[in-house]
């Protein structure tokens, strides 16, 4: 199947400083990628869907401003969390898709951890 | 929006056991039906799909049966190992992917 890379898989952080999480289609071009945060033992929690040269289309109560998303090229996302809290330590997964109706590929996800 | 419900939250089988988990979804537009399993501080792998114009779909020990005009789709995992345990997730999706709340299984050797 499709593969799609994660980066970092994990990383810690200090309080007030920003992050960047990398998310690339490793062999097939995402027109459509989207960023999940996840609690444990929760499901998965859409935080925004990016088209590839477009602005993200973030859901209701994510801040824009603090979870930047970047979607320049078909094969690369990046989320940057910035100005990182306690609560904003989380498990934040990407997936990709080649478009609608097109099947969608996760990343491995990355583990943000801030003190 | 779509919302997607998922049932049951927790499933216990023996081995050699099937086990089946359901999931309604509510946006009629959803075409695609993604089944997903994760395990522990990973992401999740897609198992088997199911597209609307298909009712059922096999893979082995893997199923997905889909009834669109009731809005409904189910995963049927036969003769279940201890490998199968992990959470499960559906999905229904049209522009975006929508999750249910997932189903945590566990397989008793």
């Known amino acids: 199947g499709a593969v799609v890379s994660q980066h970092p898989s994990r990383v810690i952080c200090k309080s007030g400083t920003s992050v960047k999480i990398e998310c690339r289609s490793l062999d097939f071009q995402a027109t459509t990628m989207f960023w999940y945060r996840q609690f444990p033992k929760q499901s998965l929690m859409l935080m925004a869907t990016?088209?590839?040269?477009?602005?993200?289309?973030?859901e209701q109560g994510v801040e824009k401003d603090k979870f930047l998303i970047n979607h320049a090229s078909l094969t690369l996302s990046t989320l940057t969390v910035t100005s990182a809290h306690p609560e904003d330590s989380s498990f934040y997964i990407c997936s990709a898709t080649q478009g609608s109706g097109n099947t969608i590929y996760f990343g491995e996800g990355s583990w943000l951890t801030v003190v | 929006g779509e919302n997607v419900e998922q049932h049951p939250s927790t499933l216990s089988v023996q081995e050699g056991d099937s086990a089946v988990i359901k999931c309604t979804y509510s946006?009629?537009?959803?075409?695609?039906f993604p089944w997903y399993k994760q395990e522990l501080g990973k992401g999740p792998q897609l198992i088997i799909d199911?597209?609307?114009?298909?009712g059922e779909k096999k893979d082995q020990r893997i199923a997905v049966t889909l009834n669109k005009t009731a809005k409904h789709f189910s995963l049927h995992i036969t003769e279940t190992q201890p490998e199968d345990s992990a959470v499960y997730f559906c999905?229904?999706?049209?522009?975006?992917?929508?999750f249910g709340a997932g189903t945590r299984l566990t397989v008793k050797p």
């Open positions: 990016s088209n590839e040269g477009s602005k993200a289309t973030y």
């Open positions: 946006d009629s537009a959803s075409n695609y």
């Open positions: 199911i597209r609307s114009n298909v």
């Open positions: 999905a229904a999706t049209f522009n975006d992917m929508r």
